[in-house]
């Protein structure tokens, strides 16, 4: 999930249960804490897909619409 209004540096935000991580697009770090294989997934996804996570994030500062994100297989 990219929130519009957000703050910098640009990042996504990821769920796993009651558990919530940030994601810095530019380079992966995490913010906040997920069991080892649902953070490996998301890490996975992120560098599948980091330059539309940067489109978007470009977009949302801008109010546009999100371009959808193909999800991990």
Do not use: C
Request: aromatic share 10%; net charge neutral; glycine share 2%.
């Amino acid at each position: 999930m990219i929130n519009y209004n957000e703050h910098d540096p640009p990042h996504f935000h990821a769920r796993y249960a009651r558990q919530k991580i940030s994601v810095r697009i530019a380079d992966g770090v995490v913010t906040g804490k997920f069991p080892a294989r649902a953070l490996a997934h998301v890490l996975e996804w992120w560098s599948l897909h980091r330059a539309e996570l940067a489109e978007d994030w470009q977009l949302a500062r801008q109010h546009m619409p999100l371009k959808p994100i193909e999800p991990l297989e």
